[in-house]
């Protein structure tokens, strides 16, 4: 995902997003306890666009 691609959203979208994001991180974190997770670059990945997320619900709440 890339910022371009999400930056002409709307607030629920992004809202709604974010909450997926942070669940599927979630997931990952927890199989990655449990040593079921074995491409771990998908936590990297899943951290990342929860930052994108956040910097386009930023800049939609600041117009």
């Known amino acids: ?14 809202t709604a997003m974010l909450k997926e994001k942070k669940l599927e991180l979630f ?7 449990t040593m079921q997770l074995t491409n771990t670059t998908e936590l990297r990945v899943a951290k990342k666009d929860i930052a994108r997320i956040q910097t386009a619900l930023t800049a ?4």
Do not use: F, P
């Open 1 to 14: 995902m890339k910022y371009i691609d999400i930056k002409d959203k709307s607030e629920a979208e992004l």
């Open 27 to 33: 997931t990952l974190n927890a199989k990655q306890k």
């Open 60 to 63: 939609v709440r600041s117009k």
